[in-house]
């Protein structure tokens, strides 16, 4: 049984509690939230402890692991806490916003062998992994496309995008991930950036975007596209496609239900998919906590590491330098 | 070049001479209608000759086939006048609605040896076709269960229900057929059906049907399941399915675009079906023509004889029995 | 929070088992099993006590409920049990196999007021109650036609079906259930049977079937066709199809992935559907718990209760003496 | 009746030859090709004159109009004969590989008014057009990204691509015209483009290209991707995306049957998509042509001119421009 103390109790941090305490090789011993009583709300629903302070919360000899879903700024703070701690270690995406922050973060890790894993939630859909797995075995031959299209289905209000780190850090962050994964050990090298301000005020209002496309390129020579949005007003739409040699496959939208309904105007509709990433991704978080224990348990590697974290920042912040430049940037790691 | 005498100018027997004239092989030389303003139509827009009777159009020295698409009733008559002309014969269904008259003319054909052809046009479309030939290729392995589900857009009018001798030998038995058709050798053995008056008045006030669903078993056991009902607003609704022991196929309903949308309401919602049999099987009515030139070219065979219309009705008979007994009925052909 | 005594750790019982202990308002607090090393098995799993019996079992102070997952014919033995002993039940079905047992069991039953709920799962899977209840708003207006396919993976072996009470009871039940579920208070009053045995040894050797379809007529009206078969070699095939004045609506197969696959041979190809029930309908019976729950704790009257539990058994009887007589039988209630 | 003069009898000459004489509104006169066997192969088929010359084919008295489709280099110089001869005129694209050309044809054509097609067939699609129609009737709100897969089923053969002018002028040439179809007044201004030998002996040996992604924005900030390949395995993939503020509308591929196929391990499979163009625009060139006898026979605009045909190559150049240079490049028209 692997206890966990939980940091930060807000949306996420209470859906990562709450997947922590029906999984039957997990426990949670205590939470944190500077928020007391977004801390008691989590303590109330599962019985667990109320720390006082992130640090006793890490240093509680009882807990295995530190689960960080804090805000941004306080990761890199509980990380370096926890491995000195000499707990296992699973951190929200992103480590920082900085990568300078970053990179001193992963010199100060030197010292210290403790597991950590980064919440790239996507990796563990059981859709998105097994197109990876059909393409690892060959089902499409030789890789040379990737389309992701990845959109909210709603802008976030103004006070989450202050701190979010901007759009492409925040949001298509995740798809720069999801492109390193399939791509496996074939680096991405170069990107181009466009992006625009077509419909959020709150974006506007914070100098950020809401709409983006970009393209990239691996060593090998595969061509990836991305697009983002902040607002589809059909849901949360999550579509990945890769093209070789011998096929196509594409993992699409899901919707709660298979009913089709025909009548005068239409056929074959179906029903909205799924809102966000709470409900489409809810099997892809619970794998992800499967597996992180797995790795604690087992002493294996853990899937997404230290440096997926710091890869994915590094292709956002060169997606923002050729959004300035307009040129194609490569990517230095 | 065959040069075909048309009989009968209403709505399907234009699509007809369309498609004859169309058709590289063929040529439209006569027409007839006791209608005349209908005859003049088709020989305006095809600039064919009118003929003043059916006998003058089926005993013209330069025809070599007749296409009866005239009322039910004209059907033996135009048969039987076309044999003893030594013409190739394409008639639509039903060869009449009156089973002793069906086989004193197949008494009365004995006599001849020209081809004739059956108009049953399900059986040349393209998806029903390729379902057949994958299950004669073994692809399902054993047959052992097909559902039809087999629906017009709209009830017709009073008038047309008078003469069109009752929904199970109207509409059914396109249905009935297209079982013989995917069975082959393996006859039908029995049937029971249920029907109703659910909507339609026109049906109510004469004495018609608009709803049925029928259960037919063959001779090696295969179990048969017909809907039908003479309105579905969301368009013609045509699907056909087997069942067996490798697996299933389905024919499913057809678009004229692959158009998908998307919003708030609905997802993956595609336009509406094809609205009728004219626009569904257009393809269909071609290939048909095609492969009966190709009978009278090569003097071959064709695909759907009068057995096959007769049996068709033989069918439908046993299922107004059935829907009057509330038993099982056994077929006798 | 509702105290279960679970009777019956088999296959279903142990699923039944997970989801009480998963369920934030529910615990196991005691099972029993004929098979004692099966109720060890659950007790250690989820901590809960094992009873040496079930009266044990059912007159223990400490739980609510009764959840009868034991073979069918203990079935009536435990509901009275548990009704005497003025505990809520839940029980799978089928109540009986003998009408006339059940018939008696709902005499004695009239001693008692307590909840029961019969085990009808399909009702509570989101995409047929959803359609159920599209077709309560009015979304396809007067309901005229359903169609059921269910079909199973994979045949039982023969001890199964030795127990099992015929095809018509054990399987085809369900379907009867979930299309008195849709025509909700307009009752079936005919029905008639086909059925073969096309491939199954083990039913052969039984005298069961594995191959079926029937025809109901509800008192309105309603034509509804189901068809069964013992293997389906794509997976556990579960459609719904409702059609009415204004459409129709289809309640389709699932996958547990959203992926399509696209080669020289194939195109938009998906992964295949769910392998049987316990994992197609999850979710269904999670909803079924926490519905059974609330009638509890609420006082609510249950959603399938001991005559619709009855009911499905009196159709099975009649489609059995439909397929004897090869005559439409009506329903007796 | 308008009469065509078809020059050159290639495949795709031959397509249009048959699509004139199936029209019934429009015949072919005289066809004219360098190859005389394949002129003759037309005039045999569709029994019409054979011209000695190009310029005896243009300035025959009896005709209306000219069809170019002959190779590229010959397009400019048939151009302005008819437009001397005073001919309506419908050209296959590209109008020319070189801008300079094309410059000073349009300057050319400015002393004649002659209506001018040019052959961007996709524009003329059910599926396409009624998504553009979709779109300016406001079903998707205001558009914010387009995304096309466009992608050739087999990579033409060295002696091709030697000639055709290179994958961004001869391919991809389509989906800029597309892009500009969407966008209506809305000019594109940026592009970016990436591109690749992966897999085309022939493309490497020629110096040209069989992968490529580019990202287009429209002067209103829309965002457009396109992404092309000379190989698909799986057939001619031909796919447009709109989305915008109130939805999303996807034109998806097509398959010539609706066959769907279940078995151990593939499930809702269809047939291939259809293999190339001609299969797959068959109704579109026929409606092109519908619309270029309409524009002649009542004096409208042609729908898509000259300016079309110029504007697609100068983004094709600046395509090759971005290429080059790595940056993203302002079109200038």
């Known amino acids: 049984m692997i206890k966990f103390a939980l940091l930060g109790a807000g949306r996420i941090g209470k859906m990562h509690a709450n997947n922590i305490v029906l999984n039957s090789q997990s426990d949670l011993e205590v939470v944190y939230d500077v928020n007391n009583s977004a801390a008691r709300e989590v303590s109330n629903m599962h019985n667990c402890k109320i720390a006082q302070s992130a640090e006793e919360a890490i240093t509680n000899k009882n807990i295995d692991a530190i689960w960080i879903a804090s805000s941004t700024p306080t990761h890199i703070q509980y990380i370096l806490l926890a491995a000195k701690a000499g707990k296992a270690i699973f951190c929200e995406k992103p480590i920082d916003l900085d990568i300078n922050k970053v990179d001193q973060c992963k010199k100060d890790l030197e010292n210290f062998n403790v597991p950590i894993h980064i919440g790239f939630n996507r990796r563990f859909d059981l859709s998105h992994s097994s197109l990876k797995k059909a393409k690892d075995n060959g089902e499409i031959g030789n890789l040379e496309m990737i389309v992701i299209s990845s959109r909210d289905p709603a802008s976030p209000g103004i006070e989450y995008l202050r701190e979010a780190g901007g759009f492409f850090r925040d949001t ?69 496609e890769i093209f070789g040699s011998k096929g196509m496959i594409i993992s699409d939208n899901q919707s709660p239900t298979s009913v089709k309904k025909f009548d005068k105007n239409i056929t074959n509709s179906e029903d909205p998919i799924y809102y966000f990433f709470i409900e489409r991704y809810d099997q892809a978080y619970k794998n992800q906590l499967n597996i992180f224990i797995d790795c604690i348990k087992n002493k294996k590697a853990t899937l997404v590491n230290f440096e997926d974290g710091r890869n994915a920042l590094i292709i956002a912040n060169a997606a923002y330098e050729s959004l300035k430049t307009k040129k194609s940037v490569k990517i230095k790691y």
């Not at 680096?187 to 625009?196: L, M, R, T, V």
């Not at 950020?208 to 059909?234: E, P």
């Open 172 to 240: 298509a962050v995740h798809d720069f991930d999801l492109t390193r994964f399939i791509l496996g050990d074939d680096p991405i090298i170069e990107i181009s950036a466009y992006a625009n301000v077509l419909f959020s005020k709150a974006a506007k209002e914070t100098n950020d975007l809401d709409t983006a496309m970009f393209i990239l390129k691996s060593q090998s020579g595969v061509l990836c596209h991305i697009n983002n949005s902040r607002r589809a007003v059909y849901g949360y739409d999550q579509r990945v």
